[in-house]
Structures are given as C-alpha cells and as structure tokens.
C-alpha cells in the first residue's frame, strides 16, 4: 500500500515536472520571438548603453486618505473633444483631470522639474515676461531648475523666484541664422542633460521662450514622454501637416502615414527620455546637415518623425500650447502658455 502511493507521487511529480519544463520551453521561445519582433530604431539600440544615470523612475500613485475630491464618473465627461489616443496615451484637456487630486498626489513626491529655456540674441527681451509668468503658473509647489541658455548672459532680467525654485545661466554661442539657433537646441539639451540635468531633475520640459503662461500647469502634464498638439494644425488632417515630405531627409514623413502634428516649443517627459529624444533627433538633423538637406521646420520635424514611432506616453492638448493671434476656439476652454505675437524681423538674426 505504502508502495503504491510513493509511485503514485512519484509519478505525479513527474507529470508536473514534464508540463513546467515544457511550459518553460513554450515562453521562452515565443517572448523571445515578440522581444525580436519589437522594430528598434538601430541608432537608438547602439546608444542606449551610453546614457548618463539618471534620477527619473516610476512611483506608485498614491493619494492620502480622507481626502475629498469630485466623484469621478464613467459616463459624464468631456465629450467634444477626444481625451485619448488611439494607443491609449490620456490626452490632456480642462475637465479630464482633478487639479486637487493631482497635487495631492505628486507634491508628496519632491519632484524636481527642469525647463530648459532658449534666449539667444534679441530674444533675451522675452525672457521676464517668460519667468514672471512661469513663477505664476508652472508647476506651482514643485521644485523647478530653470536651465537659461543665451549667448547675453548679463542681460538675463533679474525675477524674484519661489521657495524651491533656481535659475542657471548657461553661456550658448549665437548665430546668424535663426534655423540653427532653433535646432541646435536639441544638440545642447542633450550635452547638458549627460553633463548636469541627469543628476538635478527627475522631469524636464523644454520650451520657447517667446511665450507666456496664463493658468495652471501642473503635475498633470508629468510622463514617461510628452508632446503638445500644435495649436495650427489640430483641425487639420494628416495629408495637410507640415511634416518634411522629402525622403531624402533623416525627419520624413510618408503622405498616409502620421498621428497629430507636435508643436517643437514643448519637449518633456523623464529627463531619460527625452535625453534619447534629443540624442536621436541631433544625430539625424546632423545626417541631414551632412546631405546639405534642412527639414522643412528644422528640429520640430525631427521631432515630429521621433515621435510617430515613438508614441508619447502623455499628449498636451493645445491648451499647453496656443498662439495669441490665434482667436480661442471652443474647445479651448483654458488657455494656459501662449506664444506671444512677434514681429520676426526685428527678433530674428535673419529673416
Ligand atoms: C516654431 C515652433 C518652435 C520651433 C520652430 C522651428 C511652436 C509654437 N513654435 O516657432 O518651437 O520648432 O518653429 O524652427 O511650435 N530662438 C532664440 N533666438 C533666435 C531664434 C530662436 O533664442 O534668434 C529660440 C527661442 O527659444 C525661440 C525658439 O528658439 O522660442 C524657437 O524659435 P521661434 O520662436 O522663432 O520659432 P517659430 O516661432 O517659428
């Protein structure tokens, strides 16, 4: 009797042992065929070795107990507009979140955000209007590094700054063309993201200077990866979007392919990502240079092609980016960072 029962356990750890070895065999051998199936960008797989360390990591989303904030509902909601993308990304419009609820789970969090901020040549004259509003509006109760690049260091306006909040200096040779003032940007964005935004933020977002803001910005725009809708275009369909249409260039965008059209005046997401962003975008825009080819809205092109293969994990409605000779639509319930009007030919080292 006791004979039996051993080889009958026997047998059945047997049994078990069989199907977990074949079970093992099964998953590694089709993970391994969906890991190869997965298209990597070569440039980005070769690279992703030389990163720099950096503090951004996911967390938990935690809010506090007790805490009273608006019912959410599955049913009531923003219904003129669409709130997500087709690859499930949130799409970010006034009454899709709860500004309460949001601080009170990310202030706990002692993030600290980067803005990296362009003012080269006569462009410095934006910059007070660009901080004072900034102080006002973008994320309020959060530790911000404002990253100033500018070829007139002693002409950058002196503003009073919150708790929590410092400004860097950052001398930037100028140019004579405004195109290359415009692109280089990514080039030094990546530089000093290796060389000191890496140890300073877990989140960057960079910006046009010649703009202001106008409400709440806040840890609602926080993502792995974040892109704003261009104010221009959202109306638009894909065919009529100004990607580059040349495919000679490093940034084209075949005629049937696209999602939205991306604004270049806001990059931001975990100072990892768009660390590999800005690194993919200067290698092509220099591919580009050395074919003697220009994309057609220099980096907000590259930009644009990135970000078609690789999706935005967070998308900014125009609400996050807007023009002021833009009359407000009815969609845009909030306008909350405009670009102010400009007259190029007097800003603009060329025209
Ligand atoms: C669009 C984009 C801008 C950029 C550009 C591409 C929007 C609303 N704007 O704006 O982000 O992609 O097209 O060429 O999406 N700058 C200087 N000094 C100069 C020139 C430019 O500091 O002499 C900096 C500054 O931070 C400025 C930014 O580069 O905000 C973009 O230049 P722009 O504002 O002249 O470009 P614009 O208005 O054509």
Redesign the pocket.
Known sequence: MRFSSNVKLYVLLLVVGIFLLLGYVYFSFFSERLNRDIPVDEYQKNNSLSKPMVRSRVRNIVSSEKLLYKQPSVLVGRTDVVTVTPWLASIIWEGTFDPVLVDNIYKPMNLTIATT???????VSFLRDFLETAEKHFMVGFNVRYYVFTDRPHDVPSVNLTQGRHLSVIQVPGSNR??E???R?MEIIQTTIESQISREADYIFCL????KFHARWGAESLGRLVAVI?PGYYEQTRGSFPYERRPASMAYIPMDEGDYYY???MIGGFVEDVYTLTKVCRHRFEVDAGNSIEAA????SHLNRYLLYNKPSKVLSPEY?W?DFKAKTKEVKVIRFS?VIKNYAE???NV
């Open positions: 901020v362009f003012a080269v040549g006569k462009y405004w195109q003032i415009s692109a940007r046009d200077v010649d703009s261009h604004g270049g005046a809205w220099q980096e907000e980016l023009q670009g800003v603009r080292p």
